[in-house]
């Protein structure tokens, strides 16, 4: 049987890809790859990660997610800045789900920080 691929749409399996920053194994090392992580803890049902990888200025106390929408596909259409040596940057993204037979997309351009060094989320733009 083939390893499940990352739902983040990198081709790679998740154990190799999103799946080692879920664990904690792995930290992002751009702001990209932190959305994309965060977009296949949505996918994967896993608030915890989501909450860890928030920025503390504007991290919600509790995060629950809403087990009927199915996450099917990430598309990331712009990035700025973000990269190994930044202090911040952005991402363009539109994300596709299922929810109640209906596909519909979230697009957004998501700000992100480093916070003693490791990438967060800060809010959307």
Do not use: I, N
Request: overall charge neutral.
């Amino acid at each position: 049987m083939a390893p499940r691929r990352c739902p983040c749409g990198t081709g790679l399996p998740y154990a190799e890809c999103c799946g080692r920053l879920h664990d904690g194994s792995a930290t992002a090392a751009t702001a990209e790859q932190l959305m994309r992580s965060r977009y296949s803890a949505f996918a994967v049902g896993d608030p915890a990660y989501l909450l860890a990888t928030w920025h503390p200025a504007t991290r919600p106390r509790s995060l629950s997610l809403d087990p009927q929408v199915r996450w099917t596909g990430l598309d990331v259409l712009a990035t700025t800045g973000g990269g190994l040596l930044a202090a911040e940057g952005t991402v363009e993204f539109r994300a596709w789900y299922r929810h109640e037979g209906e596909t519909g997309s979230q697009h957004e351009v998501s700000r992100f920080a480093r916070v003693d060094g490791a990438w967060r989320y800060l809010d959307a733009g």
